[in-house]
């Protein structure tokens, strides 16, 4: 089949507008356009940030004071560790420290966020404890998680624990002890 020649003129008039977009499309199709955007996301974090603040420092020595009726080791996480965050946390300067647990070796982390004042470290809460009780926040973690999420002055602290994913007591234990500092928020189930 042939076209006739006024409908061949038709298309090939069209040829020099259509190829551009489908260049386009085709372009932004195989993964340039997304280059820029995987640069955007935040980069993980390993130990105490170097943005982070005085009260960062007070909370690790709240924290370490709690943890002391379990005996665990506590200290600088030496690994990188980014949780799922709404967008608050995201941008907050934090330290990563982490909690050895015996039988999970890449578990345990406490993850401490700072903020100009107390206000917005409660906001900053509020938004996470709505965002991990969402199925943006459920998906990045396995299903059973449980989160102690805590406002200590300027500070937010979270640590993110499965109980399914062992039978050693260590995990709930520093869940218990980390929420008796400053005032917790409720992660809709």
């Not at 300067?93 to 993850?111: K, T």
């Not at 399914?164 to 189930?189: H, R």
């Amino acid at each position: 089949m042939s076209l006739a020649g006024p409908a061949r003129g038709r298309i090939a008039g069209l040829l020099p507008g259509v190829l551009p977009v489908i260049a386009a499309i085709v372009v932004a199709g195989c993964g340039i356009g997304a280059v820029g955007s995987a640069a955007s996301l935040p980069a993980e974090s390993v130990g105490p940030a170097a943005t982070a603040g005085a009260a960062v420092a007070q909370t690790r020595g709240a924290i370490a004071s709690a943890l002391s009726t379990v005996a665990v080791q506590f200290g600088d996480a030496n690994r990188p560790y980014r949780p799922a965050e709404s967008g608050r946390l995201r941008d907050a300067p934090r330290a990563v420290y982490q909690v050895v647990m015996p039988d999970q070796p890449d578990a345990g982390y406490i993850v401490v966020y700072e903020f100009p004042d107390a206000g917005a470290a409660v906001d900053a809460g509020n938004e996470e404890a709505g965002y991990l009780g969402t199925g943006n926040g459920r998906v990045q973690f396995p299903p059973g998680t449980l989160h102690v999420l805590r406002e200590l002055g300027p500070t937010l602290i979270l640590f993110s624990w499965l109980p399914a994913a062992s039978s050693d007591p260590t995990a709930a234990n520093v869940a218990k002890a980390l929420g008796t500092l400053g005032i917790g928020f409720t992660v809709p189930n």
